[in-house]
Nanobody, 115 residues
Framework: QVQLVESGGDLVQPGGSLRLSCAAS????????MGWYRQPPGKQRGLVAT???????NYADSVKGRFTISRDNANNTMNLQMNNLQPEDTAVYSC?????????WGQGTQVTVSS
């Protein structure tokens, strides 16, 4: 059984920063790839960033240069550092992990960017 638990969502002003964390119930090395996705109000869920077990990263164009995904293998945690947040970044952020072709999802954490 795989459990993913997100934390770090909050209300922040435009230009601010947040750090999201995703705690996994297994070693991160058990997952081929992990990632962050987000679902803005009234829209479909979309990719934010992914990271493979080898450390290769991929970002949505809208967050390149502002967001950084990382893996903390010692603490079985994946992180998303978000800088220069804008109102359009408002969404429920969910972490995802693949193991043997099966996707697993966390419950999500709300990020609201507003003045």
């Amino acid at each position: 059984q795989v459990q993913l638990v997100e934390s770090g969502g909050d209300l922040v002003q435009p230009g601010g920063s947040l750090r999201l964390s995703c705690a996994a119930s297994r070693r991160l090395s058990d997952f081929y790839a992990m990632g962050w996705y987000r679902q803005p109000p009234g829209k479909q869920r979309g990719l934010v960033a992914t990271i493979t077990s080898s450390g290769s990263t991929n970002y949505a164009d809208s967050v390149k240069g502002r967001f950084t995904i990382s893996r903390d293998n010692a603490n079985n945690t994946m992180n998303l550092q978000m800088n220069n947040l804008q109102p359009e970044d408002t969404a429920v952020y969910s972490c995802n992990a693949y193991r043997w072709g099966t996707p697993y999802w966390g419950q999500g954490t709300q990020v609201t960017v507003s003045s």
